[in-house]
Antibody, heavy 121, light 111 residues
Framework: QVQLQESGPGLMKPSETLSLTCVVSGGSVSSNNWWSWVRQPPGKGLEWIAEIFHSGSAHYNPSLGSRVAISMDESNNHLSLRLTSVTAADTATYYC??????????????WGRGVQVTVSS | EIVLTQSPGTLSLVPGERATLSCRTSQSVLNTYIAWYQQKPGQAPRLLIYGGFTRATGIPDRFSGSGSGTDFTLTISRLEPEDFAMYYCQCQQYGVSHVYAFGQGTKLEIK
């Protein structure tokens, strides 16, 4: 059973850079799956942030522009997310998730429990 | 940018009833690019349906997905007490590879 575990700073100040890690167990980030980060502000809906494949290909939500970067460490089996110049609007629970590997279908089949990030001065 | 609109915002039903949740996309998408999730308070989303109509592992057959073009539906045939939760649809924007969007959610509550 694939398990994902996010970790992060918890509390941040505006303008700082957010760095998150997602450790994958029971599976490999080098498998034939894409991997994503998704966030959810308190009391609100889900927002897709970015995805990555072990080839190094990555794609981003245009709404976040150049502030976001996703990466993967295959040797340590984890994903990372970096978000620069955070504001209160970046306060959210951040999830990492694995994409289903069935060709031509879409869905995120395994999720971490999420890590809460609060941006406050 | 594709927009997903879910309706109703809140659905009030009793156990045993049938639930029909709608997801409308602002542009046509491949039906296999649609997924549905259930989320309970304090928990991560759980995949229910992927590829438009395929139930994820362990999902009861009372859950089904259907639709095409811009109109998609999640149906729960006979509601169980544990089904009362938030539900989100998701799609990948067709023709613009690798950009995902979620609907704003439908809250399914006990009447």
């Amino acid at each position: 059973q694939v398990q994902l575990q996010e970790s992060g700073p918890g509390l941040m100040k505006p303008s700082e850079t957010l760095s998150l890690t997602c450790v994958v167990s029971g599976g490999s980030v080098s498998s034939n799956n894409w991997w994503s980060w998704v966030r959810q502000p308190p009391g609100k809906g889900l927002e897709w942030i970015a995805e990555i494949f072990h080839s190094g290909s990555a794609h981003y939500n245009p709404s976040l522009g150049s502030r976001v970067a996703i990466s993967m460490d295959e040797s340590n089996n984890h994903l990372s997310l970096r978000l620069t110049s955070v504001t209160a609007a970046d306060t959210a629970t951040y999830y990492c998730a694995r994409h289903v590997s069935v060709p031509t279908t879409r869905g995120f089949d395994f999720w971490g429990r999420g890590v809460q990030v609060t941006v406050s001065s | 940018e594709i927009v997903l609109t879910q309706s109703p915002g809140t659905l009030s039903l009793v156990p045993g009833e049938r639930a029909t949740l709608s997801c409308r996309t602002s542009q046509s998408v491949l039906n296999t690019y649609i997924a549905w999730y259930q989320q309970k308070p304090g928990q991560a989303p759980r995949l229910l349906i992927y590829g438009g109509f395929t139930r994820a592992t362990g999902i009861p057959d009372r859950f089904s997905g259907s639709g095409s073009g811009t109109d998609f539906t999640l149906t729960i045939s006979r509601l169980e007490p544990e089904d009362f939760a938030m539900y989100y649809c998701q799609c990948q924007q067709y023709g613009v590879s690798h950009v995902y969007a979620f609907g704003q959610g439908t809250k399914l509550e006990i009447k």
